[in-house]
C-alpha cells in the first residue's frame, strides 16, 4: 500500500477522487499545483463550485453533467480525453487540462462508489497552438493583401488560376474572370506582344521579365502593365502553360518615374520559416528540461530494483523522455538549428550500409531497388542525418503501400545550370548528386503536395503520425544547402527529387560507434557552468559519483570566482553554450588566458548563431547535445580528460 501511495504523490499528472455524490475526497500534490489551492480548499467540494467552475474550449461554462467525472460515476465508463479550462487562483492565469475520468465498482457492486480524474496541464501546448494560429492568420493575411497580380494560363491563354490583386487590377469579378481569354484583357496590338513574349518562353524555357504593355479594364478604361511570365511544366514534362505576376504600374509612368523592373518572387516558404523559429525556440528549451528528467529517471532506476512499481514508472519516465527527446529533435532538424558533423561521403555506400534496415522497416511485402550511379561524386554530409532522411522517407512510402508495392531509390550526377537556377526559388547552379526516391503508393493530389513539408502537417490518423518525417527531411536538406522537390499522382505513387552538392576529396569510410555499456570513473577536477538549475543538479551528482570533485556555477561571472580561487585544481570546464550574460565560448576563452591547458567540454541543446557556423559545427568543438543520459555524459568526459 505504501508503493501505491508513493506513486500516488510523485506522479507528475494531477489525480483527484470523488466521492459517489460528486464530492472530492482525496487530491495529490500535482492536483494542488496544477489548480492552484490545497486539498483542504477543495475537500468536500463538487464541480459547481465557484473555485472549481471549468470551461470549455470556447469559453463556455462546463455543466455539471458533461463533467468527466461526473459521467463516470452516473454511466459506470472511462471518459478519455476532455479538454477543459480551470482558473488557477495561486497564478492568477487560466489553465488548461487534458481530462479523464476512471470510475470505481466495487467486486459484485452495480454503481461506482468512486470516480478518480486523471489530468495532464497542457497550457504550455495550448499557448504554442495560439502562436501558430496567429502566424498562419498573418500569413494568409499578407496573400490577401499582396498588390501583384498572379495568374496562370494554359497555353491557349485561357485563364486557371488567379489571386484577387488581379481581379482589381482588370476590374472582374472571379466568376466572369475564369471564363476568359488573356487576350480579351487588351486590344489586338498589344495581345499580339504578350503572346510573342510567350511564346519566346514557350520555345526557349527561359522567363521572360518586365514586358511592358497596356491592359483594358472592365468598362474600358487603360491601365499599363509590367507582366513576367513563365513556363508551366507537368511532372512527365510535358509543357501545359503559362504563370506569370502583372504589375500595374500605371501611376510610376504617369509621374515619369523609371520602371522598375520585376523582382519579385514566389515566396513559398515564409510560413515555414515563421514557424521553424518557434520551433527551433520551443525545443531547445524543451531540450534542457529533458537533461533533468531523463537523467535523474536513469540514476534513480538501479536504487529503485526492490520497488517494481515505482520502477516501472521510472522506466515509463525515461522511455517517455527519450520519445520527447526524438521530437524535440526533428523539430531542430526542421528549423535548422541542428548542430551538424558533416564529412565527406560517397551517398552510394551509405544507402547500401542502410539497406538492411530500411527492408526491416518497410517490411517483406515491398521490395526495394537500388539503381546506384557507379561513379557518383561525394557529399559533405551528417551521415546520421542523412540515413534519418532515407528512414522518414521509408516509412512514409512504406504507409502510402498497405498492399505492398516497390520502393526505388536511384542516385546520379547532374549539372544545375543558371537556366534551372532562375526558374527554381533558393537554387543555386552548380554540381550536384540527384537522389531519387520513388514508391509505386496511393499518391497525393496536389493540395497534399503543397503542404507536405509543413510540420504537423500529417494525412495519418490520429494517433499515427507527429506530421514531422518530413518536414524533417526539408530541414535537413536545407540546412545541407540542397534542394528537395516532390511529384506525385493520384494512384500513381510519388517521388521525393534530392539535390545535395557536390564536396571535394576521399569519402570517409563509413561505420556505427559503439555503444559504451561502462561508466568511467574519475578523481580529476571539474568545473560545470549551468544557468538551468536541473541540469547542473544532475551533471553534478552523476559525475560526484563517478568519483569527480566538481564545483558548479550558475553564471559565468560565478564561474570566474570560482576559477580565482581554485582554477590551479580545475581540469575539465563543462559548460554550457548559451548563457545569460556571455556565452561558453567566451567564458572558455577567459579562462584559457589565465590556464592555457584547461580542457574544455560543451553542452547544448542547441547553440545557435555561435555553435553553428552556415549552419554547420566545427568538427573540432567537442560537444554534449541535450538532452543527455549519465553514460554518455561520464564517457565523454573521460574522453576530454584523456585527449
Not at 478604361?221 to 504589375?247: H, T, Y
Not at 514531422?468 to 534542394?483: A, C, D, E, F, R
Request: aromatic fraction near 8%; include cysteine; glycine fraction near 8%.
Amino acid at each position: 500500500m505504501e508503493r501505491y501511495r508513493v506513486l500516488f504523490e510523485s506522479i507528475r499528472q494531477g489525480v483527484v477522487s470523488q466521492d459517489q455524490d460528486g464530492k472530492i475526497v482525496l487530491v495529490n500534490p500535482a492536483a494542488e499545483r496544477i489548480l492552484g489551492m490545497p486539498f483542504q480548499e477543495m475537500k468536500n467540494k463538487t464541480s459547481l463550485d465557484p473555485r472549481l467552475q471549468t470551461i470549455h474550449e470556447d469559453g463556455s461554462d462546463f455543466p455539471m453533467d458533461m463533467h468527466p467525472g461526473w459521467i463516470a460515476l452516473k454511466t459506470g465508463q472511462n471518459v478519455k480525453g476532455t479538454v477543459m479550462g480551470i482558473f488557477n487562483p495561486r497564478e492568477g492565469r487560466q489553465r488548461w487540462l487534458n481530462v479523464s475520468a476512471v470510475p470505481i465498482i466495487t467486486p459484485g457492486g452495480k454503481h461506482p462508489i468512486r470516480a478518480y480524474m486523471i489530468f495532464d496541464d497542457i497550457t504550455d501546448l495550448k499557448q504554442t497552438q495560439l502562436q501558430l494560429k496567429e502566424s498562419e492568420e498573418r500569413y494568409q493575411s499578407m496573400l490577401e493583401n499582396m498588390i501583384d497580380g498572379y495568374f496562370e494560363v494554359d497555353l491557349n491563354g485561357n485563364f486557371l488560376f488567379f489571386n484577387q490583386a488581379l481581379l482589381e487590377i482588370s476590374g472582374y469579378s472571379s466568376n466572369k474572370l475564369s471564363k476568359m481569354n488573356f487576350r480579351e484583357l487588351m486590344d489586338q496590338e498589344n495581345a499580339q506582344c504578350f503572346f510573342e513574349a510567350f511564346n519566346q518562353v514557350f520555345v526557349t524555357g527561359q522567363p521572360e521579365k518586365g514586358h511592358v504593355g497596356e491592359l483594358i479594364r472592365k468598362g474600358g478604361d487603360k491601365r499599363i502593365v509590367e507582366v513576367s511570365s513563365s513556363l508551366l511544366i507537368g511532372p512527365d514534362g510535358e509543357k501545359w502553360g503559362f504563370q506569370g505576376i502583372a504589375r500595374d504600374i500605371t501611376e510610376q509612368r504617369s509621374f515619369g518615374k523609371e520602371k522598375e523592373r520585376l523582382e519579385e518572387e514566389l515566396r513559398q516558404f515564409q510560413k515555414l520559416e515563421a514557424i521553424g523559429r518557434l520551433a527551433g525556440g520551443v525545443a531547445h528549451d524543451f531540450n534542457n528540461l529533458l537533461t533533468g528528467i531523463s537523467g535523474y529517471a536513469q540514476l534513480l532506476l538501479p536504487k529503485a530494483e526492490d520497488h517494481p512499481v515505482i520502477q516501472r514508472g521510472l522506466k515509463q519516465i525515461s522511455d517517455l523522455s527519450d520519445r520527447a527527446a526524438d521530437l524535440t529533435r526533428q523539430l531542430l532538424a526542421f528549423s535548422r538549428k541542428q548542430p551538424l558533423s558533416s564529412v565527406v561521403v560517397n551517398m552510394n555506400a551509405l544507402i547500401e550500409n542502410l539497406s538492411r534496415m530500411l527492408r526491416r522497416i518497410i517490411g517483406e511485402d515491398i521490395v526495394l531497388k537500388s539503381m546506384l550511379a557507379p561513379e557518383l561524386w561525394n557529399v559533405s554530409v551528417d551521415p546520421g542525418q542523412m540515413e534519418q532522411i532515407l528512414m522518414n522517407l521509408a516509412v512514409n512510402a512504406r504507409d502510402a503501400m498497405p498492399q505492398g508495392g516497390e520502393i526505388i531509390i536511384k542516385t546520379s550526377n547532374i549539372v544545375l545550370d543558371q537556366k534551372f537556377a532562375k526558374m527554381h526559388v533558393g537554387v543555386k547552379s552548380g554540381f550536384y548528386i540527384e537522389l531519387m526516391f520513388s514508391d509505386t503508393g496511393k499518391g497525393m493530389d496536389k493540395a497534399t503536395q503543397e503542404r507536405i513539408f509543413e510540420p504537423f502537417f500529417t494525412t495519418k490518423e490520429p494517433g499515427k503520425g507527429t506530421g514531422l518525417g518530413l518536414s524533417t527531411v526539408y530541414g535537413i536538406i536545407k540546412q545541407h544547402k540542397g534542394n528537395i522537390w516532390v511529384r506525385s499522382k493520384i494512384r500513381q505513387g510519388t517521388t521525393f527529387e534530392i539535390f545535395l552538392p557536390r564536396a571535394a576529396g576521399p569519402a570517409a569510410e563509413l561505420g556505427r560507434k559503439r555503444d559504451t555499456k561502462i561508466m568511467p570513473k574519475g578523481t580529476e577536477t571539474i568545473l560545470v557552468v549551468e544557468d538551468e538549475e536541473a541540469v547542473r543538479n544532475f551533471v553534478h551528482q552523476v559525475l560526484e559519483g563517478q568519483g569527480y570533485r566538481v564545483f558548479t556555477a550558475p553564471s559565468p561571472e560565478e564561474a570566474k570566482e570560482i576559477f580565482e580561487r581554485k582554477g590551479w585544481e580545475v581540469a575539465l570546464l563543462l559548460t554550457d553554450v548559451v548563457m545569460p550574460g556571455e556565452n561558453g565560448f567566451e567564458l572558455y576563452k577567459k579562462l584559457t588566458s589565465r590556464r592555457p591547458s584547461l580542457k574544455v567540454l560543451y553542452m547544448s541543446g542547441y547553440a545557435m548563431d555561435t555553435l553553428i557556423q552556415e549552419g554547420e559545427m566545427s568538427p573540432d568543438i567537442p560537444i554534449l547535445q541535450k538532452p543527455f543520459p549519465p553514460k554518455v555524459l561520464t564517457n565523454k568526459v573521460r574522453e576530454i580528460l584523456d585527449a
